[in-house]
């Protein structure tokens, strides 16, 4: 066995070991603004319930390791103290780690993730629609655990509405833990899926990914691909230049054969089989390419 005191290790490090330790852990999808009204969405999975009756929720949006700033969520609720926390399933897993990419702080997440707003019934800041459950939270404290990067801000909620849908419920009214099908995260890239077992999400770039809002309207629209597949597609910054998509789709008949059917959701199916494989810039060329 080898054994450390917190002192002795990088806080990258340190940071690793306890997200690999301690998980799974739920994730918090908090949508919340700023005192102009601004916007974000962002997932967290320093999380959980701890209270029913006061019904209290706690997340925290640590400070960043690589250079001690502080993120837009803590900000925000400090300035607007509510927030919405969104329920994560796993058919919107990868448009949550696509919002959870570093964008300004006047850039809409519900946008760039291809999500849904849905006005909040008490608090300011606006649901996910997709969401199976959304809490509307008024913040009750901010508690910072410290001053270096790392270090925590527990933001203490009160549950002040709940919304369900009806369709994850089970015939007694409980919420059924296979039409949930919620996930929860681990150590690097790794998930849980609750029904299912484990899985990996990349995480986004370390650059801007375009976002689903910049997806060329035919592939937003699609009648096959999925939210999933739509937070794949987004999390790319370029798109393959023309020389390397033809070059891949000459290369196989039977690409060049479902290209030149013009069906466009035989394409689309085909995209999303590379998708499903995890082979983005493969999906892409079949879906650019000049037909």
Do not use: W
């Given at each position: 066995m080898i054994s450390f005191?917190?002192?002795?290790?990088?806080?990258?490090?340190?940071?690793?070991?306890?997200?690999?330790?301690?998980?799974?852990?739920?994730?918090?999808?908090?949508?919340?603004?700023?005192?102009?009204?601004?916007?974000?969405?962002?997932p967290f999975s320093f999380f959980n319930v701890f209270s029913a009756r006061p019904p209290i929720l706690v997340f925290s949006p640590a400070r960043r390791g690589r250079d001690n700033t502080t993120k837009h969520t803590y900000e925000n609720v400090l300035?607007?103290?509510?927030?919405?926390?969104?329920?994560?399933?796993?058919?919107?897993?990868?448009?949550?780690?696509?919002?959870?990419?570093e964008y300004a702080k006047?850039?809409?997440?519900?946008?760039?993730?291809?999500?849904s707003e849905l006005a909040s019934e008490i608090v300011k800041p606006p649901r996910?629609?997709?969401?199976?459950?959304?809490?509307?939270?008024?913040?009750?404290?901010?508690?910072?655990?410290g001053k270096e990067g790392g270090?925590?801000?527990?933001?203490i909620c009160e549950v002040v509405k709940i919304h369900i849908k009806e369709e994850i419920l089970s015939e007694d009214g409980s919420i059924d833990p296979h039409k949930i099908d919620t996930v929860a995260r681990l150590g690097g890239n790794w998930y849980c899926r609750a029904k299912a077992g484990l899985f990996e999400v990349p995480k986004p770039l370390t650059t801007l990914g375009m976002?689903?809002?910049?997806?060329?309207?035919?592939?937003?629209?699609?009648?096959?691909?999925?939210?999933?597949?739509?937070?794949?597609?987004?999390?790319?910054?370029?798109?393959?230049?023309?020389?390397?998509?033809?070059?891949?789709?000459?290369?196989?008949?039977?690409?060049?054969?479902?290209?030149?059917?013009?069906?466009?959701?035989?394409?689309?199916?085909?995209?999303?089989?590379?998708?499903?494989?995890?082979?983005i810039e493969e999906a892409w060329k079949v879906l650019l390419y000049k037909r």
């Open positions: 005191e917190p002192h002795e290790l990088s806080t990258g490090k340190l940071h690793g070991y306890l997200l690999g330790a301690v998980a799974p852990r739920p994730i918090c999808f908090a949508s919340t603004t700023d005192a102009a009204g601004n916007v974000n969405l962002s300035e607007v103290p509510e927030v919405v926390i969104n329920i994560v399933s796993y058919e919107m897993v990868q448009q949550v780690s696509l919002a959870s990419t006047d850039v809409n997440e519900f946008k760039k993730a291809g999500f996910v629609a997709q969401a199976p459950v959304q809490l509307e939270c008024k913040v009750n404290e901010v508690i910072s655990l270090a925590g801000n527990l933001v976002g689903i809002d910049s997806l060329p309207q035919e592939i937003r629209q699609s009648k096959v691909l999925t939210g999933n597949d739509l937070g794949m597609l987004g999390n790319v910054e370029n798109f393959p230049n023309s020389e390397e998509i033809n070059i891949f789709i000459d290369a196989s008949k039977e690409l060049k054969k479902i290209i030149s059917s013009n069906n466009s959701e035989a394409i689309h199916r085909k995209a999303q089989e590379f998708l499903c494989d995890g082979k």
